[in-house]
């Protein structure tokens, strides 16, 4: 079954420490996103990339990093700069670019607490 | 800041009732979008609106859009204990946003058995 699976289901981060959460779609999907969920909330923007090797900020970018080098893999990582890292990663993506009018396909999130 | 936003931000029915919610925005948009999220899980696409539409339908679901007032509705229709989840609003890529989509903080559904 074609879809976008994010690891870990739960995530664990220390003080000063950097993590790393996958995203891994095969859809052959080509524009991949990441947000950020607090409780009761919506969906927060942090980056998007819609081709391999190109990605852009979204509106919350600060504390966070990207990369593409593949089509199939968009990892974030959580750096020590982000203080308040605590929320639900959930990575999504979409066929074409430029395009707004595509639905998204979602994964199941990553859930991240600091310890 | 959030683009869309839902109305209200809760909302408990009993089961067979039909349950409606509101979104509304601030800017011209291509399309709007309605997502449902059941608890803990990631988020699944329910209809597109096209800013040159008025009405959509999708089985149980109904989604009106009135671009003049910048809102949009979705109606859940003879209700079910699994509709029970938040459901979102997100408007559609425009210009120079275009391939993002900006999301509302949403309703949350419950839906009495």
């Known amino acids: 079954d074609g879809g976008i699976t994010q690891s870990p289901k739960y995530l664990f981060r220390k003080e000063g420490q950097n993590v790393t959460l996958s995203c891994e779609q095969n859809?052959?999907?080509?524009?991949m996103y990441w947000y950020r969920q607090d409780p009761g909330q919506g969906l927060r923007l942090i980056y998007y990339?819609?081709?391999?090797?190109?990605?852009q900020k979204g509106d919350i970018a600060e504390g966070y990093s990207v990369s593409r080098e593949k089509k199939e893999s968009f990892p974030l990582t959580v750096t020590s700069a982000q203080k308040n890292p605590t929320a639900f990663y959930l990575c999504?993506?979409?066929f074409g670019t430029g395009d707004g009018n595509q639905p998204q396909h979602f994964g199941d999130g990553t859930r991240l607490s600091i310890l | 800041s959030q683009q869309g936003e839902e109305d209200p931000q809760a909302l408990s029915i009993q089961e067979g009732e039909n349950a409606t919610m509101n979104c509304s925005y601030k800017?011209?948009?291509?399309?709007l979008q309605w997502y449902r999220q059941n608890s803990g899980r990631g988020l699944v696409h329910l209809i597109l609106?096209?800013?040159?539409?008025r009405e959509k339908h999708s089985g149980r679901l109904r989604v009106t859009l009135d671009t003049s007032k910048k809102s949009s509705s979705l109606l859940i229709t003879a209700s079910r204990a699994a509709d029970t989840a938040s459901y979102f609003c997100?408007?559609?890529?425009?210009?120079?946003?275009?391939?993002?989509?900006?999301f509302g903080d949403g309703t949350t559904l419950t839906v009495k058995p």
């Open positions: 999504a993506s979409h």
């Open positions: 859809l052959n999907h080509d524009a």
């Open positions: 990339s819609q081709i391999v090797n190109d990605f």
């Open positions: 800017t011209s948009i291509n399309n």
């Open positions: 609106i096209r800013s040159n539409e």
């Open positions: 997100a408007t559609g890529g425009h210009n120079t946003n275009a391939g993002k989509s900006t």
